[in-house]
């Protein structure tokens, strides 16, 4: 589907990545280029718009990895901003079906967009999760729709609720419920009826039955191969039902894929399933990085700048680890770690990351997790000069007192940072010689991938390698183990 896509952007990567340097010139076109390759793939236009918006602040705030050439650098950005847009990079959120059974997943959407077909494809794929799965039709419009599922379902051997004639979809949809439960169900699949065009009347109905069956799951079938309409279609029946995802079906036929590709920033809803075929073993979940590599092509040049800005942080990170060890931490490092706990959510997000702070939890006050003194520490910091900075000895009492008007705190609280490096620096040697204090004892760091997805900034100092005398565990200012 996405295939047009993928030799356009190839294109521009290969221009991009042929030449060792880029002016901004050639950044700017290539962006251009990329553009109106979303748009001739049918890419909403504002989701365009910010795509590359998005793209564009990476590039230019990136640190330069003298490792690889910048076009690849961009390559990466292209690619982690698409898996932004198709849903993100943590793991495929799953069908919620996990509460007190019968589950129901309940499908909605236009006439002929899968509906029928997706229900039995669901149905298939819960069977071999080892679910019990009852299907009922709730479309008394469409003469055969409900022969139409009983003999889906008897091609996958999956139950499917007994036709009664005559009976109204919000009569069906409790009978299902109660077939469900009284034979044990896991999980129910309501298929409905759709309707050629969207009108407040159908949209009535659905929100009827979803009232009735409270689906854990109300997703929206989608045919992928209408484009721009399959993204107002989902516009529409977003606003009118609580969603809970989407279904894109056809995703095998030789659309331009720009339905898939501006749903979920359109919607903000997941796609849960692509369509991929017409028989009941064609549904494949949808894993945007996936998906991304898949449209991208460009695998090898993101895992080799994955492994290049991994090589910096690490480097980073020793360097900082020697100055340590010599004693020579100085403050210019102590404002980076303190940023650094402020990108990951302040003291509270550090102390949820350390390994066996539970327990210890519990006896620090809210007081104690205040941000507030981790902000004034880093104004005290800032109204050093650089030459404080880098030799704190040079800080006599007068400069105590200039450096505390300057950022409008007490002059014991500068002390007091002065003291907590000091601290730091003793430690530090301590530990140059191998004699490992109490306070890092043990507990290894978290690694830098899992701070990267808490939302930490990619150079993360001081945090790799799991054992370095860093930021957490360490005496930093501010941090509550540290106060003696
Ligand atoms: N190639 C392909 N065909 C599909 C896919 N999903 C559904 N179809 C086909 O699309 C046609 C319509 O599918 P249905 O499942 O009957 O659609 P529906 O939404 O239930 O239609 P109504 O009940 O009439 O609203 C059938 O011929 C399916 O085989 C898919 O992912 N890929
Ligand atoms: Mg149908």
Redo the contacts with the bound molecule.
């Keep these: 589907m996405f295939d047009a896509l993928t030799d356009r952007l190839t294109g521009v990567f290969d221009r991009l990545t042929g030449r060792g340097a880029l002016s901004e010139a050639d950044v700017e076109a290539g962006l251009r280029e990329i553009r109106v390759a979303l748009l001739e793939a049918d890419v909403a236009l504002p989701v365009a718009k910010d795509f590359i918006a998005k793209v564009k602040a990476e590039a230019v705030g990136e640190a330069v990895i003298r490792s690889v050439k910048p076009g690849q650098q961009i390559v990466k950005i292209v690619h982690d901003a698409l898996v932004d847009m198709l849903g993100g990079d943590g793991e495929p959120e799953g069908l919620n079906i996990y509460a007190e059974p019968p589950n129901v997943i309940m499908?909605a959407?236009?006439?002929?967009?899968?509906?029928?077909?997706?229900?039995?494809?669901l149905a298939l794929r819960l069977k071999k999760e080892k679910k019990r799965v009852l299907l009922a039709s709730l479309?008394v419009y469409?003469p055969a729709?409900m022969d139409?599922l009983a003999t889906l379902g008897k091609s996958i051997e999956v139950d499917v609720l007994p036709i009664v004639a005559g009976q109204m979809p919000a009569d069906i949809a409790k009978r299902a419920l109660n077939a469900a439960r009284l034979a044990g169900h896991d999980v129910l699949v309501l298929?409905?009826?759709?309707?050629t065009t969207l009108d407040d009347e159908m949209m009535r109905e659905a929100a009827a039955i979803a009232k009735i069956a409270t689906p854990g799951e109300l997703i929206l079938?989608a045919?992928?191969l209408t484009g721009q309409d399959a993204v107002e279609t989902a516009r529409r029946f977003n606003e009118a039902l609580p969603l809970t995802g989407l279904i894109?079906?056809?995703?095998?036929?030789d659309g331009r894929g720009g339905a898939a590709l501006s749903m979920r920033a359109v919607t903000g809803l997941p796609i849960k399933f692509?369509?991929?075929?017409?028989r009941p073993d064609?549904?494949e979940v949808f894993d945007a990085r996936r998906i991304a590599g898949r449209i991208l092509g460009q695998g090898d040049i993101v895992a080799l700048v994955e492994k290049a800005a991994e090589q910096v942080d690490r480097d980073e990170a020793e360097k900082l680890a020697k100055k340590f060890a010599k004693g020579k931490l100085d403050f210019t490092d102590v404002e980076k770690q303190l940023q650094q706990v402020l990108a990951i959510g302040g003291l509270k997000g550090v102390m949820g990351m350390l390994p066996g702070v539970g327990k210890i939890k519990n006896q620090i006050s809210e007081a104690q997790l205040d941000d507030s003194q981790i902000r004034r520490q880093i104004g005290v910091i800032r109204s050093m000069t650089m030459e404080e900075r880098r030799k704190p000895d040079i800080i006599s009492s007068s400069r105590r007192k200039r450096i505390a008007a300057g950022a409008g705190v007490e002059v014991s609280e500068v002390n007091r940072l002065l003291k907590m490096h000091r601290q730091m620096a003793d430690m530090a040697k301590a530990m140059g010689k191998g004699n490992m204090p109490q306070a890092f004892g043990g507990g290894r760091m978290p690694s830098p991938e899992m701070l990267k997805k808490m939302g930490a900034g990619a150079n993360m100092p001081g945090m790799q390698g799991g054992g370095l005398p860093g930021l957490p565990q360490g005496g930093l200012p501010g941090l509550p183990g540290s106060k003696k």
């Excluded at 298929?191 to 309707?195: E, I, K, N, Y």
């Excluded at 692509?274 to 017409?278: D, F, L, R, Y």
């Design positions: 499908l959407g236009l006439q002929g967009s899968g509906k029928t077909t997706t229900a039995g494809k479309d469409r729709a139409q298929d409905t009826a759709g309707r079938v045919d992928s894109l079906t056809r995703a095998d036929g692509i369509g991929v075929s017409e064609g549904l």
